[in-house]
Each structure stands twice: as structure tokens, then as C-alpha cells.
């Protein structure tokens, strides 16, 4: 009974959950995590903070980490993604507690189940439709970076961590990422690698470069300063402005105020914005529709794993089912089934 009733983890150990987080667990990951990565989970950990303010560490059980996920699907903030990605990021918590003392026993998140919650928003893919009329509508460089977004599929991060010096004999090497200035490797290893620029977006890009006097190095879209520019900031200033746009007079929306004769009605001809990842969806949904193999696409994104390509960024298009419906319908039609047919096929009743 001494053995059983002897404490096995250390006094100074004995510290609440929120401190742990805060003083252990952050300053511990930073070292070996991605920006923008850490940022995501601070955020995670302010939503999670209000429902484990009483727990100790030490004591924290099943019962407990399943009682913060079902309080958390009932406020209705929170969808199967949010939580999943709670789950997970607890689960991470827990196992740096165990490997440095701060708990002792199996990791109480791995027997949790994720509660009913409400689903997913259905993410968002650009068609090539909706990417054209964006870039016609955008004025330079703001047309080439969407352009550039559009036909090769990279991510924000790295698309302001595009240098003239990785673009060459047709090919846009994705050499490093850059989020909220600072400078890093791609999100995985197989991230870093070139991307082919097809011939469209290749003749903007030699037009982009002129404009700039044809640098050999630097920033492929640079600011005022010379240093890369925030794809979010040109966001603010010049895309959205652009695409939201009064259909009686073509100006801004900001620009409709108490004095303008008439109320302010956007252009649905125009595209809305639906982030910077849409375009990456859209270059995985367009090059299906064109038949190209789901192996290929997820080379081109630079996925580790060809599900993740299949299941989060090829969507299926309106206009392929509405064909797909067509193209069985007139299958239908050709081969002639008639009711008498009908009831050759179906089986005899008893």
C-alpha cells in the first residue's frame, strides 16, 4: 500500500493545467514548430482556456478531457473539423506532460470520442471560369500574383516566398514559406520542390518582370520597400475593392456613401473572394475536370499523400454533375428501355 500511495510525480510538477500550457508546453514546441503552426494552435488554446481552468495536470482523466469536448459542441461555436483539431492538439499536450514528468499514466485524450456536433462548412474551389473574370478584373501586379496563385497551387506563405532565382527552364521551385515576415522551409519536406509554370502564366510573369526591369534575384512580387509583399495586404487594397463593385456604377463600395443616388448593389458578374487556399482547391478541381490523373494532381500540390488530395481539395464541380446527369440520361435514351423491358429485368414476384 506504501508503494501504491507514494506520489510519482515530483511536487513542483503538481501545476494546473492552464500554467502547464502557458509555461511548458509553448515555450517547448516553439522551438521545433512552424509559425504560423504555433499561431494555430495559440489560437486553439485561447478557445480551450475558459474549460479547463479548475483541472490540475496530474489529475486529469478520460472522463474530464470528454467533458470538455461534449460542454464544447453544445455552445454550438465549435463544428466535427474544430473539435477534431482540439482533440488533437490536447492529445499533443498530454504527451509532452507524460515525457517530462507532469503526468503519469496513459494519455487520458486517447480514449475520447468526438461528440455530435454541427458539420463542416464545405470548403471552397475557384472554377477556372471565376479565376479568369478575377484576373480581368484585378489591375496589375494584383493579376499576376492571382494568376500565379491560380496555375500553381502554392500557398499564400508561399507565394510571398517566391525569389526570381528559383525560376527557371519553366519551373517555379517552391524553396521556402513566409508568414507575418518571417522566412522559413515550405510546410514539408516534399512542399519544397518545383512546380511546372505552364505557358500562360509563364508570358505574366516575363511581363511582371519587365515592369520590375528584369531582376535576376529578389522577390518575385516585391513592396515599396523591396521586401516580399503581403499577398494580404495587396488583398485589402486592391483585390477586394476591385470585386466589390456597384453593378450601376462600377465603384467601390466604400465609395457609396449617404450622398450617392442610388444604394449600392455589387456586381454578381464578379466573383467574392472565398481565401487564398480556394485558388490552391481550384488548380486540384480544374485539373480533374481536364482528366488528369489524381497521382499527377497531388505531385503538382506537393501533398505527402494522395488522399489528402482526394478528399479535402478536388470538388466536385455543379456543372460536372448537371453533364454527368446529361451524359446518363442519354445512355438511357440510347439503349431503349422500355417498361416491357422493365419487367423482363426485374425478378419474377413469389
Known amino acids: 500500500m506504501a508503494a501504491i500511495n507514494r506520489p510519482s510525480l515530483a511536487p513542483q510538477n503538481a501545476v494546473k493545467l492552464t500554467s502547464f500550457v502557458d509555461s511548458v508546453y509553448f515555450p517547448r514546441i516553439e522551438q521545433r514548430t512552424r509559425p504560423s503552426t504555433l499561431h494555430g494552435y495559440k489560437v486553439m488554446w485561447k478557445q480551450l482556456q475558459p474549460f479547463c481552468q479548475d483541472l490540475w495536470t496530474r489529475d486529469v482523466r478520460t472522463r474530464h478531457v470528454q467533458a470538455i469536448l461534449d460542454r464544447m459542441a453544445q455552445t454550438e461555436r465549435f463544428n466535427i473539423n474544430s473539435l477534431?483539431?482540439?482533440?488533437?492538439?490536447?492529445?499533443?499536450?498530454?504527451?509532452?506532460?507524460?515525457?517530462?514528468?507532469?503526468?503519469?499514466?496513459?494519455?487520458?485524450?486517447?480514449?475520447?470520442?468526438?461528440?455530435?456536433?454541427?458539420?463542416?462548412?464545405?470548403?471552397?474551389?475557384?472554377?477556372?471560369?471565376?479565376?479568369?473574370?478575377?484576373?480581368?478584373?484585378?489591375?496589375?501586379?494584383?493579376?499576376?500574383?492571382?494568376?500565379?496563385?491560380?496555375?500553381?497551387?502554392?500557398?499564400?506563405?508561399?507565394?510571398?516566398?517566391?525569389?526570381?532565382?528559383?525560376?527557371?527552364?519553366?519551373?517555379?521551385?517552391?524553396?521556402?514559406?513566409?508568414?507575418?515576415?518571417?522566412?522559413?522551409?515550405?510546410?514539408?519536406?516534399i512542399s519544397k520542390a518545383p512546380i511546372p509554370v505552364v505557358g500562360k502564366l509563364a508570358a505574366r510573369l516575363a511581363l511582371h518582370r519587365a515592369r520590375q526591369g528584369n531582376p535576376m534575384a529578389g522577390p518575385m512580387f516585391p513592396n515599396q520597400?523591396?521586401?516580399?509583399?503581403?499577398?494580404?495586404?495587396?488583398?485589402?487594397?486592391?483585390?477586394?475593392?476591385?470585386?466589390?463593385?456597384?453593378?450601376?456604377?462600377?465603384?467601390?463600395?466604400?465609395?457609396?456613401?449617404?450622398?450617392?443616388?442610388?444604394?449600392?448593389?455589387?456586381?454578381?458578374?464578379?466573383?467574392?473572394?472565398?481565401?487564398?487556399?480556394?485558388?490552391?482547391?481550384?488548380?486540384?478541381?480544374?485539373?480533374?475536370?481536364?482528366?488528369?490523373?489524381?497521382?499527377?494532381?497531388?505531385?503538382?500540390?506537393?501533398?505527402?499523400?494522395?488522399?489528402?488530395?482526394?478528399?479535402?481539395?478536388?470538388?466536385?464541380a455543379s456543372d460536372e454533375s448537371r453533364a454527368a446527369m446529361q451524359t446518363l440520361e442519354t445512355a438511357l435514351t440510347d439503349t431503349n428501355v422500355t417498361p416491357r423491358r422493365l419487367s423482363v429485368i426485374r425478378p419474377a414476384r413469389a
Open 84 to 189: 477534431k483539431h482540439m482533440k488533437s492538439f490536447l492529445s499533443g499536450v498530454f504527451r509532452l506532460a507524460l515525457q517530462q514528468g507532469y503526468f503519469d499514466g496513459a494519455n487520458p485524450v486517447r480514449e475520447t470520442s468526438l461528440p455530435q456536433a454541427r458539420g463542416a462548412e464545405e470548403t471552397y474551389a475557384y472554377s477556372l471560369e471565376e479565376v479568369l473574370t478575377m484576373i480581368d478584373a484585378v489591375p496589375e501586379p494584383a493579376a499576376t500574383l492571382l494568376a500565379t496563385a491560380a496555375f500553381t497551387g502554392a500557398r499564400r506563405g508561399e507565394l510571398r516566398g517566391m525569389y526570381w532565382e528559383n525560376y527557371r527552364d519553366g519551373e517555379l521551385l517552391i524553396a521556402r514559406s513566409i508568414w507575418n515576415g518571417i522566412a522559413t522551409d515550405p510546410k514539408s519536406r
Open 225 to 316: 520597400t523591396g521586401k516580399p509583399l503581403d499577398p494580404n495586404n495587396l488583398l485589402r487594397r486592391v483585390i477586394e475593392p476591385a470585386l466589390n463593385v456597384c453593378e450601376a456604377c462600377s465603384r467601390p463600395q466604400d465609395e457609396h456613401g449617404p450622398e450617392s443616388d442610388h444604394e449600392y448593389q455589387r456586381n454578381k458578374v464578379l466573383p467574392k473572394w472565398r481565401g487564398w487556399h480556394a485558388f490552391r482547391r481550384g488548380l486540384a478541381t480544374n485539373l480533374r475536370r481536364l482528366r488528369v490523373a489524381d497521382m499527377t494532381i497531388q505531385r503538382i500540390l506537393r501533398h505527402s499523400n494522395v488522399a489528402v488530395t482526394q478528399a479535402c481539395y478536388i470538388k466536385t
